[in-house]
């Protein structure tokens, strides 16, 4: 990604002088032998100026985000964006990478310790009886979210009892 000055097509060029088609072609040749491939744009089509806009303005895209293969395979949905040109000639441009990787969600895990805590039933019955006007796939996702706030919570206390349990069970084995 950068200034390259350079272009990759004549329509790449806005001036009234015509662009040189053997550089044009010679740069192209350079970005397919090192397997390159250009990410496109959002935003201005030129990204260099020569700031002569009262006579013979010439506005060029000089800048531009290439990538090889293993890139595009990793972030296939980058999206490039030309900015404003504020300060200076060139706009500054901003490559946001964006993976094709998609965080999945948890699976809902039920745990046997829960059977045996009071609250369980009425948190099942709280929330079945509260989103009864859900559908029955919305009210079970519900009844997940519920179950899992509540586990959270619980899981502490059990972790307390667990320890005395280990406390009493090891003081009851120094007996035998």
């Not at 329509?11 to 192209?28: D, G, Q, V, W, Y």
């Not at 296939?76 to 969600?105: C, E, Q």
């Not at 706030?149 to 069970?169: A, C, E, H, Y």
Request: aromatic share 14%; with cysteine.
């Amino acid at each position: 990604m950068g200034d390259l000055n350079e272009l990759l097509d004549g329509t790449e060029k806005l001036s009234c002088h015509a662009p040189n088609l053997n550089r044009i072609s010679s740069f192209r040749n350079i970005i397919y032998n090192c397997g390159l491939i250009g990410l496109g744009y959002n935003g201005l089509a030129y990204t260099w100026t020569n700031r002569r806009f009262s006579s013979n303005p010439t506005f060029q895209r000089l800048d531009r985000c290439l990538a090889n293969a293993t890139w595009c395979n990793n972030f296939p949905n980058t999206n490039v964006y030309h900015l404003p040109i504020i300060y200076g000639d060139h706009a500054p441009i901003l490559a946001i990478p964006l993976s094709n990787y998609v965080k999945r969600k948890r699976n809902f895990k039920f745990e046997n310790w829960w059977l045996f805590e009071k609250d369980f039933q009425n948190v099942c019955k709280d929330t079945w009886v509260r989103y009864d006007h859900l559908s029955f796939h919305k009210r079970l996702k519900q009844l997940d979210h519920n179950l899992t706030v509540w586990s959270k919570r619980n899981k502490s206390s059990l972790n307390v009892q667990l320890k005395i349990l280990k406390m009493i069970w090891l003081t009851f084995k120094l007996f035998l």
